[in-house]
């Protein structure tokens, strides 16, 4: 650690542990850049018509509106191929809670690889005639693993203790159609995620904990930052060379001009998508804006492509740039509270309240689209505005 980094307690951690800091922070960083204190400066002239843009994407995608969560399931179903209707048939057999446990896992196994697989990865699905990158390739690669029983020790759909610790880069490499010719990012970085996961849930397996969220809902119904919470302290112990408090690893948390600053993209896109699992229960998850949006690269790409928000120095979109470095930070941070800000101007847009168009509906309809269109519009490869040394855990 640095001479300038705070000490912290227990209620730090907690705090720093939470949704709301990642907002709390984040608008401080947002503050920063309006005073001109920043990489990046800000465009608010620009935000209707982004937003404006976000609407459109999201009619294009949704014409009635019916919006699902931004969250793992769709992925799967990409190509309007229906692998989960395969899944759910070799699930049949099981009780509800048993069912509940086995989807769960398998959201937190696809969405721990799901990093950005670079521009040159492509898969041929198994399960159609079709090829696939990026997101949609990855979800269906690590489908295809999980009914092989890739991460269970016996063999069987689903993930335990021992499966995921032996689960092994040569795997990786078949179930994702890996060579010199199709290389993967962070390849090294997405198996040491699974196998420190087994190490996590040691003796046991992820899937309990739907027997946790089930026991803690009342009246059949949970806040979605219960689920959140979970997550990070359950899995906080797998994520590689991060900030350590008081032997708690905090996971996406990075330092920032003495202080720090947290995003838990991974996470609460993971909490997002294990929602879906407990509603099918009978759960009904409440607060959904609690959390917030996703500092990844397609949602912070549609603020930089859009010009909602610019790089002070042009120049530094020609360089690579590193998870912890003061312009990622700054350009995640100003991804979430800008985010916030076109929710809300998406909803006025349709006179839609946030009980009715959460956020996580916004970013499915929505700004994640939104910023891979545009993407592709300016750039041949559809890649990101800035370039990202990714170690397949952030990004």
């Not at 204190?37 to 935000?47: A, G, M, R, W």
């Not at 690590?142 to 759909?157: C, N, R, T």
Request: glycine share 8%; charged share 25%; aromatic share 8%.
């Amino acid at each position: 650690m640095s001479a300038s980094t705070p000490t912290v307690t227990s209620a730090d951690i907690d705090y720093l542990l939470s949704p709301i800091a990642v907002r709390e922070r984040s608008r401080q960083i947002y503050n920063h850049a309006l005073g001109g204190e920043t990489h990046f400066k800000v465009n608010s002239d620009k935000l209707v018509e982004v937003a404006n843009f976000v609407l459109e994407v999201t009619r294009s995608n949704y014409p009635d509106l019916q919006i699902p969560f931004h969250s793992r399931w769709g992925h799967f179903q990409a190509g309007k191929v229906d692998r989960l209707k395969i899944l759910n048939e070799k699930l049949s057999d099981l009780d509800p809670l048993e069912k509940t446990r086995v989807k769960i896992e398998l959201a937190i196994v696809s969405v721990l690889l799901d990093a950005g697989a670079g521009m040159q990865w492509k898969l041929k699905d198994p399960f159609s005639s079709g090829t696939f990158s990026k997101s949609e390739g990855l979800a269906i690669a690590s489908l295809d693993l999980f009914l092989q029983g890739a991460f269970h020790s016996q063999g069987k759909i689903g993930a335990d203790s021992e499966g995921l610790k032996k689960f092994s880069r040569a795997q990786l490499e078949a179930g994702f159609q890996v060579s010199p010719t199709n290389p993967l990012l962070g390849m090294d970085g997405r198996v040491q995620l699974l196998n420190t996961l087994g190490k996590a849930f040691e003796g046991s397996r992820p899937g309990i904990l739907a027997d946790e969220w089930i026991n803690k809902a009342v009246n059949h119904t949970l806040k979605a930052s219960v689920i959140l919470q979970s997550i990070l302290r359950s899995l906080g112990p797998i994520w590689p060379g991060r900030v350590v408090m008081h032997g708690v690893n905090m996971g996406d948390l990075w330092e920032y001009k003495g202080t720090y600053v947290p995003f838990h993209k991974l996470s609460q896109w993971m909490s997002y998508s294990l929602m879906e699992p407990l509603m099918e229960y009978g759960i009904q998850i409440t607060d959904l804006d609690e959390l917030t949006g996703l500092p990844e690269y397609r949602n912070g790409g549609l603020l930089l492509d859009s010009k909602l928000i610019e790089l002070r120095d042009p120049a530094l979109a020609n360089e690579e740039h590193s998870p912890d470095s003061e312009l990622i930070i700054e350009w995640r941070a100003l991804t979430v509270t800008l985010l916030d800000q076109i929710g809300n101007e998406v909803r006025k847009l349709l006179g839609k309240s946030q009980t009715e168009l959460p956020l996580v509906k916004i970013l499915e309809g929505g700004t994640w689209h939104a910023g891979r269109k545009i993407a592709a519009q300016l750039r041949t490869d559809g890649g990101p505005p800035l370039k990202i040394k990714s170690d397949g855990t952030v990004f």
